[in-house]
């Protein structure tokens, strides 16, 4: 799912948050403009492709600072490796398939939500709850499904 909604210009978002729009800056929120979760890595090859002198390690600085000022999310859903995301403000949750790592937006629990309001806070001022819901999704589902029906030999293998 892709949301599209207007964006003034990445300057100005930058400008707005209070950082300076360089180059690097613009080119990781244009990478994450279109939606999804992006690993550092993946941000790079796109940040490279336009700038060609960036190092990996600039761009860790840029995702810093982006997520430091609230232009980018950065997530970390059922320990994987961290991912950042352009939607932000929203305290959105995550789903993750558990074998091929898919990551999926869920929109914020609506109405009563008792699970996300802690029994006991520990004296926390309570900010933000992050939920993911780990699974299986159905591209790798169908794949064990399949599997499965072939490798019966070595499923009683691994079983024994
Ligand atoms: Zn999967
Ligand atoms: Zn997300």
Redesign the pocket.
Known sequence: MTTTRPLSSTAERLHDAGLRSTAPRRAALEALAPGG?LDASEIFEAVKSELPGTSLQAVYGVLGALTEAGLVRK?EPGGSAARY?A?VGDN?H?MVCRECGRIE?VQCAIGAAPCLVPSEDHGFTVEAAEVTFLGTCPDCRAADAAGAAETDDAGRASGA
């Open positions: 979760h997530i995301e939607r959105h995550h937006d």
